[in-house]
Structures are given as C-alpha cells and as structure tokens.
C-alpha cells in the first residue's frame, strides 16, 4: 500500500488491511469538506445507529473544532456541530484532501474568515489565515480497502471543497457507479460573478457531463448539483436523499 495512503487511513483499517464498518452500521455515506461543524455528518447520525458517514477534512483548524464539538473561533457559530460521541463510533473523520492523480502532499489555504471556504486553490480576494502542507488521495484509494462484499454500495456522497469537487469525482474511477446520490458543489463564482479561487480546473459543464455519463439523473442544477444513480433506480423509494441546502 501507498505510503501516504497507509498514513491517511491507517487508524480506520482492520487488520485484513481493509476499511472499519462498525457492526451495527449496514448503510454507508461520505461527508466531503466538513466545515468546522460537519453538519451533514450530525444530522446524518444523529437519529438513527446503523449509519457510519467517513468526513474528510484536511484543514487542521475545522479537524480541531469537529474534535471539541465546538466552534474555536472569535464570533459566529452554525448551531448544527457534530455530537463528538459519534466520533469513532459512527463518525470516522479523516484528516485528508481528496483530489485525483497520485497521492502527495500539497499546500492548502485556511481560510482567515469562514474555513468553509479554505481549499486547494489559493483565493482570488478571500484572506488566509495559514498556509498549510495536507496529504491528498483520491477515492479510489478509499475504495480500493472498502469491504465491498458486506456494503454493496454507498448511500450518499455529498462533496463540497470550494473547486476540488471534479478532480475529486474523476479520483473515484469507476467506483462511481457504486454510488446511489451524489451532490457536489457547482462552482465557486460568487455573486458578484468573480471567481473566488485561482487555477482552478473545475468545469461545472463538463462536471456535469461527466456525472450522467455514469448513469446519473440530474435532480437539480443550481448552487448544488443533486444527482441519483438511475442504474439503483429501485432504491430511490427505500433510501431517503437528505442534503442540508442551506447548511
């Protein structure tokens, strides 16, 4: 195994070197970029115990403030933040960037005012708190230790790293096609139409294409992108969609 993927995911591995699923968890979501509250993550465990979500979060100040249940900041705070007694029960958090390509180690912006908008790609006006080293992997190194023959497909992805998300879809290969909803972030232009990250590859058009390409109907295209997987078309009615629009 890759030496940085070992890193990453070392404390969440069995000794058959595959993926933890608790045992009373038989149904399996991904909350990609937390924020510092990881709301999606809460709300998606906190009323019921055969859930098990894996938040990825590769800035140190969001990983701190998810690990106290607390906000550490100086003003505001989302009243949704993780029940940390789901920590390592139902919530497994893993301190790392998803992208796609090899895994590596790469800078990341923390951002000063709102650390749900730090990202891989340097802000255009947005001012930043720290300068960061972070490992990155792709989902398909997630997948490749993932226990497949006990979960037979993931629930929910929900991504939203602030123009990451393509490169992170693309990092999942084929395993796309395991995945029954899918919602990503549709670009990082505000609403002044300025584009708040420099370099970024992210194509919300061609994101898109390539999303239904695999199969997936596009539910909704705005802020969001809310996609369901038509090839699980019988488990749309079985498995509720719950995303936290305005969370």
């Excluded at 990881?38 to 979060?57: I, L, M, N, Y």
């Excluded at 994101?207 to 909704?220: A, D, L, T, V």
């Excluded at 009615?237 to 719950?242: A, H, K, S, T």
Aim: hydrophobic residues 35%; aromatic residues 14%; charged residues 25%.
């Amino acid at each position: 195994m890759n030496k940085i993927v070992n890193s990453v995911l070392s404390q969440i591995l069995d000794t058959n070197k595959k993926i933890k699923i608790p045992k009373q968890c038989n149904r399996v979501l991904l909350d990609i970029g937390t924020s510092y509250n990881a709301p999606h993550a809460h709300v998606w465990t906190r009323e019921t115990e055969d859930v098990c979500v894996f938040a990825f979060e590769p800035n140190p100040f969001n990983i701190k403030c998810v690990k106290s249940g607390k906000w550490l900041g100086s003003s505001w705070q989302n009243p949704l933040q993780l029940d940390i007694d789901n920590l390592n029960t139902k919530v497994f958090l893993i301190e790392s960037a998803l992208s796609d390509g090899k895994p590596r180690y790469t800078e990341f912006y923390c951002a000063e005012e709102d650390p749900g908008t730090s990202s891989m790609y340097e802000p255009t006006y947005m001012s930043v708190k720290e300068k960061v080293n972070v490992p990155v992997i792709t989902l398909k190194n997630f997948f490749d230790l993932f226990p497949w023959d006990r979960i037979f497909f993931i629930e929910h992805i929900k991504i939203d790293t602030q123009s990451s998300d393509f490169d992170i879809i693309k990092g999942m290969g084929e395993y796309i096609k395991n995945v029954l909803y899918l919602t990503v972030e549709c670009n990082t232009i505000d609403s002044n139409n300025v584009q708040q990250y420099n370099n970024s590859n992210m194509n919300p058009l061609m994101m898109k294409e390539y999303i239904e390409s695999y199969g997936f109907e596009c539910q909704r295209w705005k802020n969001n992108g809310i996609f369901y997987n038509t090839n699980m078309k019988d488990l749309w009615d079985e498995y509720e969609y719950y995303f936290l629009e305005n969370e």
